[in-house]
């Protein structure tokens, strides 16, 4: 099931989003909320007369860095030897079709496409046998950054928590599995059409299970909480005008434009 978060005549709620087409996507409006049980209204609205927001409101995300080794090795990195975390605030959290603001202390921004994992429950040191039981979905994700802050800074916060810097959507898909991630699904992203990232998840150092593993030891997740993966090579800069699209195999595709920040 694609679950999307959609706003239409001052209302914000869940649907379903269904068809196959884009042209005939609908949304039947979902009674109740999606981490815990729900059912299907059976009210459709296309979605072309509503506004898709992020999928979710994380109270926190939690990104993963120099998950893919030719990533890590384009910025002159080694890899780690166990998962390295870092956070983005709610506040980094857009969805489809939102601006991205380019921030007024960076003149080097950069795109990071990624695979996100979306929380369904509470949960606290999770065992490896149990992590599928704790995610609702998987969506698409931009790790925004500003690459010349974050070379300059020993810290992170800034160079990727800024406002707008966590593009989300455009809705959680809840039938993609761990197994078909292990396999490898394709990661792309394109700048004004031209492709400039394209990885599969085949290709990450540390699986989704051990990276909520490695998390759960130490914090507790909520539902809507939102585990960034990592990002395959190829990051590369993003200019004022310019539209990114993050697409994922058996998800879609995440859209947004470059702005001025004013």
Known sequence: MRIARFSIDGNVAFGAVEGDKPEELVLDIIKGIPFADFELSGTKVPLSKVRLLPPVLPNKVVAFGRNYAEHAKELGNEVPDAPFAFFKPSTSVIGPGDEIQYPSFSNELHHEAELAVVIGRMCREVPRERVKDVILGYTCANDVTARDVQKREKQWARAKGFDNSCPLGPWV??????????????????????????????????????????????????????????????????????????????????????????
């Open 173 to 262: 898909e809840t039938d993609l599995d761990l197994a078909a991630i292990a396999e490898g699904i394709t990661i792309q992203c394109t700048v004004n059409g031209a492709q400039r990232q394209l990885g599969r998840t085949s290709e990450m150092i540390h699986s989704v299970e051990d990276l909520i593993v490695n998390i759960t030891e130490a914090m507790t997740l909520l539902p809507g909480d939102v585990i960034l993966t990592g990002t395959p090579a190829g990051v590369g800069p993003l200019n004022v005008g310019d539209e990114v699209a993050v697409t994922i195999e058996g998800i879609g595709t995440l859209t947004n434009k470059v702005i001025k920040r004013g």
